[in-house]
């Protein structure tokens, strides 16, 4: 499976990350002080749905196609943003993007691509914009070299590929690793569900690492027993903002309502993995 974010814009597990995303940095512009936002695997910006690889895997028709006309109450803020984004429809915004809206003067945002074709396609989009750095980083380096912030308050996005071996360990690694260097913040790291066996390891990793407050939540539209197809979609929060446990079950409510075709083993979960 291609995890190039191209591929799979605006499906399901699309539509989970960014919801949440929106979600998470609605929270922290609730307080006055700057932000930053570091998102490690950007993408390009931007995808056009009606030619190129979106196009031909067609996955955002059973993802926000559904939500994108009428959209439940919780999905209301990222669905506006998307389509605030692109009135006429034809493209799916990447995170970059999503979170660029939201931006308030004297926030930033930090953006790493490797693949030449979507760094430069975002080099242009953000030409001039003095928020908004792209760098050609490596990602897990960049969490190092970009950490910690001077503001002290922001987000760490993690959205690797999944096609390297061992990349959930390195997931789990980059966590801790960052954590360490800026525990103010916000990590958010997504993770595919194909089959069990490599989510428990991740979990696993995360429970043994030391780190203390991180969160889990999945949503599965179906059974995750085939390792050869994405049934689910999961995102790591660790140090999540106020009310995430509150809050954020509503949203994976609408989403799994609306994007489910009643599958057996459909759900959506918040489950602790290490306590406060």
């Not at 499976?1 to 922290?28: E, I, P, Q, T």
């Not at 070299?145 to 760490?156: A, D, F, K």
């Not at 609408?254 to 057996?264: F, N, T």
Request: charged share 25%; proline share 8%; glycine share 8%.
């Amino acid at each position: 499976m291609n995890y190039r974010h191209a591929y799979h814009a605006g499906n399901f597990a699309d539509c989970m990350k960014h919801a949440l995303l929106v979600w998470m940095l609605s929270a922290l512009l609730r307080k006055p002080a700057p932000i930053f936002v570091l998102d490690t695997h950007a993408g390009s910006g931007r995808y056009d749905l009606a030619e190129g690889p979106a196009a031909r895997s067609g996955e955002w028709r059973s993802g926000i196609a559904r939500l994108i006309e009428d959209p439940p109450a919780p999905l209301a803020a990222y669905v506006g943003l998307v389509r605030a984004d692109d009135p006429g429809g034809t493209s799916y915004p990447g995170s970059p993007a999503l979170i660029r809206a939201l931006l308030r003067p004297g926030d930033r945002l930090a953006c790493c691509e490797l693949h030449p074709e979507e760094y430069a396609a975002l080099r242009r989009r953000y030409a001039g914009d003095r928020q908004v750095a792209v760098h050609r980083r490596d990602a897990w380096e960049a969490l190092s070299g970009l950490l910690p912030p001077i503001e002290r308050r922001g987000l760490v996005l993690i959205d690797p590929p999944y096609e390297a071996a061992g990349e959930h360990a390195r997931v789990a690694a980059a966590l801790a690793a960052g954590r360490a260097r800026f525990a103010t913040g916000v990590f958010a790291a997504w993770y595919p569900i194909k089959h069990r066996a490599p989510v428990r390891a991740l979990h696993q990793a995360v429970r043994q690492s030391g780190m203390r407050d991180v969160l889990a939540a999945e949503l599965c539209l179906r059974e995750p027993v085939d390792p050869a197809r994405l049934n689910g979609s999961g995102l790591l929060v660790a140090n999540p903002p106020y009310r995430f446990e509150e809050e954020v079950p509503s949203i994976l409510d609408a989403l799994l309502q609306r994007l489910g075709d009643r599958e057996p083993g459909e759900r959506a979960s918040v489950q602790r993995l290490t306590d406060e």
